[in-house]
T-cell receptor, first 115, second 114 residues
Framework: DGGITQSPKYLFRKEGQNVTLSCEQNLNHDAMYWYRQDPGQGLRLIYYSQIVNDFQKGDIAEGYSVSREKKESFPLTVTSAQKNPTAFYLC??????????????FGQGTRLTVV | EDKVVQSPLSLVVHEGDTVTLNCSYE??????LLWYKQEKKAPTFLFML????IEKKSGRLSSILDKKELFSILNITATQTGDSAVYLCAVEKYIAGGANNLFFGTGTRLTVIP
């Protein structure tokens, strides 16, 4: 079955540590996105990638880094520079080049807690 | 600057009521508008709208797009407690090269009271 998989589901981090959240898709989608969701707020775009080996900052990129070495994978690293990393992180993908107007698919999310 | 604005931010209704959720946008190179329902974890897809004036319907939910006035509405009739969720509106814009970009609104939190 095609889909998008995030791991882990829950993650605990000590202050000062970097952590990497995994996002893998087998939908042949070109575009992938990372969003952060905080209580009472909408999805805010962290980074997005339109194509392999290319990515762009979103609205709240500070303290985060990404890579897109493979079409299927778009890992997000939350660095120690991110001052308030506790949040729910959602990965999404969209845009199969062979189809028009495909909707975005979301992973199940990773809840990151800094302890 | 591209943006998507949803209103109201939150809404509380009684079972059986009809609700209308609004989404307005300013996005260059518009490709489509999407509605999602988010209950606890991942948003689930509801509708994709690309053409003005054509209503999409799924059970008690329906949605329509006005590309001239740059907005969409999501209607839910005969609401049930299971409709309680955050409803997200997103606009997809075309980017040269064939890929797309998504911009989300902050969502409308709907609470349906028995």
């Amino acid at each position: 079955d095609g889909g998008i998989t995030q791991s882990p589901k829950y993650l605990f981090r000590k202050e000062g540590q970097n952590v990497t959240l995994s996002c893998e898709q087998n939908l042949n989608h070109d575009a992938m996105y990372w969003y952060r969701q905080d209580p009472g707020q909408g999805l805010r775009l962290i980074y997005y990638s339109q194509i392999v080996n290319d990515f762009q900052k979103g609205d709240i990129a500070e303290g985060y880094s990404v890579s897109r070495e493979k079409k299927e994978s778009f890992p997000l690293t939350v660095t120690s520079a991110q001052k308030n990393p506790t949040a729910f992180y959602l990965c999404a993908s969209s845009g199969d080049r062979e189809q028009l107007n495909t909707e975005a698919f979301f992973g199940q999310g990773t809840r990151l807690t800094v302890v | 600057e591209d943006k998507v604005v949803q209103s109201p931010l939150s809404l509380v209704v009684h079972e059986g009521d009809t609700v209308t959720l609004n989404c307005s946008y300013e996005v260059t190179n518009f490709r489509s508008l999407l509605w999602y329902k988010q209950e606890k974890k991942a948003p689930t897809f509801l509708f994709m709208l690309t053409s003005s004036g054509i209503e999409k319907k799924s059970g008690r939910l329906s949605s329509i797009l006005d590309k001239k006035e740059l907005f969409s509405i999501l209607n839910i009739t005969a609401t049930q407690t299971g409709d309680s969720a955050v409803y997200l509106c997103a606009v997809e814009k075309y980017i040269a090269g064939g890929a797309n970009n998504l911009f989300f609104g902050t969502g409308t939190r709907l609470t349906v009271i028995p």
